[in-house]
């Protein structure tokens, strides 16, 4: 919650940097041209496109938008990406098949029955090494915030053309960021297992591709 209300402002400070009124939206045609295409062809074969608006009218529906493609291709995608190993590494805990048929509603489950139903130990081996290796952050991710990577970039990379006024807002939500990975990093403090894959220091900007 506290990283989509964070994500909420940073983006709608973004956005006004660009779109200062509903009607700066409503008359940007590149923008309604995504729309129209996410709809059309990303939406192809729903019952009235997924009941995904066709246009962007207002700067609100605008962030509200912008936030959820943001925090599902990068802070979502960390929470399951990156914990994979964790719930995968252990195979009774979610087996990737099973040796004997699922059990029939209300059938009593014994020991033997789920000693019998687990996956082979070749198998069980093959889904810990994919989950390991799935779960594994690349040598050229992008982060939010520092990463002992070598290769890293951050939010303002080489290739990114950003004014003066956009750069403002990254450094801004930059500092921010780092107040909140400061908050997770104490409340890790002293835990055996420490749950750090939604600080912004271990959340790379998107997905792999």
């Known amino acids: 919650k506290q990283r989509y209300q964070r994500r909420v402002r940073d983006i709608s400070e973004m956005v006004a940097v660009s779109y200062s009124s509903d009607e700066k939206v409503a008359s ?34 605008l962030v ?24 995968y590494a252990f195979p009774p805990n979610a087996p990737s098949c099973l040796s004997d048929r699922p059990p029939k509603q209300d059938e009593t489950i014994t020991m033997e029955r789920i000693l019998k ?5 070749e198998i069980a ?10 779960g594994q952050y690349s040598p050229v991710e992008r982060f939010y915030l520092g990463s002992a990577g070598e290769d890293r970039q951050g939010m303002l990379g080489e290739n990114m053309a950003v004014s003066p006024e956009q750069e403002a807002c990254i450094r801004r939500m930059e500092d921010n960021m780092r107040v909140f990975a400061d908050r997770v990093a104490q409340r890790n403090e002293g835990r055996y297992l420490k749950y750090d894959v939604m600080s912004p220091r271990n959340t790379p900007i998107t997905t792999q591709t």
């Open 28 to 61: 940007d045609e590149e923008l309604q041209n995504v729309m129209r295409d996410i709809v059309e062809n990303g939406f192809k074969g729903f019952t009235n496109g997924a009941d995904f608006p066709k246009k962007m009218t207002d700067v609100p529906s």
């Open 117 to 121: 139903s687990l996956p082979l130990l």
């Open 64 to 87: 509200e938008f912008l936030t959820v493609v943001i925090l599902n291709i990068s802070v979502f995608h960390s929470s399951v990406n990156f914990q994979t190993f964790t719930s």
């Open 125 to 134: 081996f093959f889904t810990m090494n994919v989950s390991y290796n799935l």
